[in-house]
Antibody, heavy 131, light 108 residues
Framework: EEQLVQSGGGSVQPGGSLRLSCAAS????????MDWVRQAPGKGLEWVGR??????????EYGASVKGRFTISGDDSQNSVFLQMNSLKTEDSAVYYC??????????????????????WGQGTTVTVSS | SNELTQPPSVSVSPGQTARITCSGETLSNQYGYWYQQRTGQAPVLIIY???ERLSGIPERFSGSRSGSIVTLTISGVKAEDEADYYCQSADSGGAYKVFGGGTKLTVL
């Protein structure tokens, strides 16, 4: 079974730091891009950032609201992706999800391509930033 | 602008057809995707590349496009379909993703 299991999270004061982990199983982690998405209480989904796979040299991209404060990293040997959150603000309080970007087989080209959406999700972990 | 616009709510009776639209400049040249999120659960991808249904998703869920508007259609709605539905798109390289504000589907 393809699965993502998250850990970390909790409560922290403004200005503090937290690290979230997301462990993959049931698929070849190094083939996929991994994303982080968050959802503030009662609100919609917000994209946080993305970690590219080994082929794309593990490049990262971030949403505007977290760029410069959050860092995404990964470890192929652990089949895991991480979200390091620094300089946390109250507005960062949310449930954080990791997600795997899906792939599809293009019969015309014979290639497997990535589609830019998440087909496997972690269970979510709650981050609360409050004084 | 990279915003996606959805109606906040849609209500239908069981057995009827629900349609949820999503519009935005990003969709003019990028695919749309749809997620279902039941209360207290993680989102589930149901439609990718505008109209492709994920394996295991019931056939009553379908996606379509007309210009820069993508639509999720649920035919023969069931009580279990009551959930929040989000559309999503991305820039040309998929590097920056954007979600719509979500639509709450109520089954009367």
């Amino acid at each position: 079974e393809e699965q993502l299991v998250q850990s970390g999270g909790g409560s922290v004061q403004p200005g503090g730091s937290l690290r979230l982990s997301c462990a993959a199983s049931g698929f070849t982690f190094s083939d996929h891009y991994m994303d982080w998405v968050r959802q503030a209480p009662g609100k919609g989904l917000e994209w946080v950032g993305r970690f590219r796979n080994t082929t794309d040299t593990h490049n990262t991209e971030y949403g505007a609201s977290v760029k410069g404060r959050f860092t995404i990293s990964g470890d192929d040997s652990q089949n895991s992706v991480f979200l390091q959150m620094n300089s946390l603000k109250t507005e960062d309080s949310a449930v954080y999800y990791c997600g795997r970007e899906g792939t599809y087989y293009d019969a015309v080209t014979g290639r497997t391509n990535i589609y830019y959406a998440m087909d496997v999700w972690g269970q979510g972990t709650t981050v609360t930033v409050s004084s | 602008s990279n915003e996606l616009t959805q109606p906040p709510s849609v209500s239908v009776s069981p057995g009827q057809t629900a349609r949820i639209t999503c519009s935005g400049e990003t969709l003019s040249n990028q695919y749309g995707y749809w997620y279902q999120q039941r209360t207290g659960q993680a989102p589930v991808l149901i439609i990718y590349k505008d109209q492709e249904r994920l394996s295991g998703i019931p056939e009553r869920f379908s996606g379509s496009r007309s210009g820069s508007i993508v639509t999720l259609t649920i035919s023969g709605v069931k009580a279990e379909d009551e959930a929040d539905y989000y559309c999503q798109s991305a820039d040309s390289g998929g590097a920056y993703k954007v979600f719509g504000g979500g639509t709450k589907l109520t089954v009367l």
